[in-house]
């Protein structure tokens, strides 16, 4: 066991603590470092509890502190007081008492505690002889202490005795009683509780709100009497428009799409082609009378006989030029040829069967060389033919008849629904399943071993704002009915209906029906604004009074809800025909 513990005091903390903490410590002397303004002993009775507590549990309790205003609280209760840990232990003078106590003194050599430097200051005392001594010392000499002759509540005095007969008198020896057991109130459990209640309080708060003020809902049913009323109107769709034109009856129209493609699977080719390469050679050009100079275009035929009688094209790869021929202007007016430079050709199609020697027999179709003009070919080489596949039309044909059509319904049903999600209503009338493109992935008479076909179809449909169909039918119905005592209970453009007349560029024309409820006029807003606060009672007798009311219903939820709610947003008015449908 050391000889000694510090402990330092927060400011806050209460004389139960503090008495916990020296009862806890597993030291002989406890030395308490006061903050400044230490509020919680300037009481007597804090100081003579903390004492009290000390001598029960055989503890010597040191103050370190220097503030002047505890010291005569210490001596009152005789409670040693350092000015800090470096200085030597001494009780200040009582000011009930004339006589000054003597400075704790540990350097008294007794039997059980020798070689205790009783000189030291407490911040170095160690060893248990000194902790013998200290014992020794005040463990013999402390006092009982007694409670004042005022209440438990004051400060506590030493002397309550009956100043006659010297002896303590019945409520001395009673708060005697008390003072050496004392009753240590446990403020951690205090302020437990309190935030507990305050918890307490605050959920049953809540739940009221909750219960009375959120809860709590009416629906107030109004069943009247009811006609209907039918519009038949022409209405054009058009896509351009941005606003609705009432009197020529032309609605903003969404233009909904929808493109499916498909492709078919592989289809291998039955198609022929010869390919290869063609056979190059030159052509050379005699002019033998003409003194003008001829151009030879780029592309110009030549033709010869080949083996077999067939006839072999050649056509020039470049432009070339045939001079003049030089002729005398006198007798005996004679010309002299003149020849070409060698023009390149090449055979118009691939194929072995080009390849031919020099030749004198070539022709051309080309006017601007007919006449008195020789051809003479080289030899024509290189050209090389091969059979290989290729697209033919029934291959294509084919590829479409494997391919997978959508269902058309499925597309119509997944138009209306993205025209819905939108907040359009889908005019089922105008859907149109457009016609197929097919692209096949290779053109006929192309080299291909295979090909496949892609699908293209376009889905449409035209969707309008159900507002603008409103407004429409009742511009309609307002005109056949007494505005004054009668209203559109229900316009019925939600469940309109439409049959296509015609289809244009950009726009639908379609003829509409629709059945419109009307009856007395009633304003749900104003109704339910009216009933705030108010028994069913005093609802229905209001309510009932309009004329073409034939019944009104009011019903609370939850059931403990006895009155209409002062919030109009928790009040629900539903109007009915008089058969109980909804409006």
Known sequence: MNNKDVIYIDVEDEITQIIEKVSSSKSKIVALVLPKRATVFQSVVNMKLLKRKASQVHKQVVLVTSEPGLMPLAGAVKIHVAKSLQDQPEIPPDPNSEEDEKPLNLSDDTKEDKGLDGSKPIGELAGLAAVGAVVSKFGATEDTIEFDNDAI???????????????PSKKSKKLNKLAKNPKIPNFD??????????????????????????????????????????????????????NLDSANDTVPAKFQTITKTATSPSVNTTGTKVIGTSATGTITISNDQDESTHDVPQGTVFSVQGSGGSTLDYATTQEGTVPAATCLNHFPFTCSAQKSQPIPVASTSP???????????????????????????????????ENVQAVAQADITSAQNQLTTPNSSQMEQQLESNLRSEGYIPVTATYVAGTPTYTPTAAIGTQANSITVTENVMYSMYGVKEGDIQTLIDNNVNLQINSATQSILDSGASGATFSLQSTGTGSDQVTMQASSTIGPKLNASSIASESTGQKSGDIKSTVSQIPGVTNVTVKYSPFWVSSTPKNVKKITVVIEKANGSQL
Do not use: H, W
């Open 189 to 242: 459990k205090f302020r437990k509780m309190l935030i507990l209640g305050v918890l307490l309080l605050l959920v049953l708060i809540g739940l009221y709100i909750f219960c009375f003020k959120v809860l709590p809902k009416a629906t107030i049913v109004v069943q009247t009497n009811t006609a209907s009323l039918n519009s038949d109107l022409t209405l054009t769709l058009s896509q351009s428009n941005q």
């Open 351 to 385: 194929g072995a069967q080009y390849n031919i020697g020099p030749s004198n027999s070539y022709t051309t179709s080309y006017s601007g060389l007919q006449g008195n003009f020789n051809f003479s070919g080289s030899t024509m080489a290189n050209g090389t033919s």
């Open 153 to 167: 509540g004051g400060d506590m005095g030493l002397d309550d005795i009956d100043n006659e007969s010297k002896k």
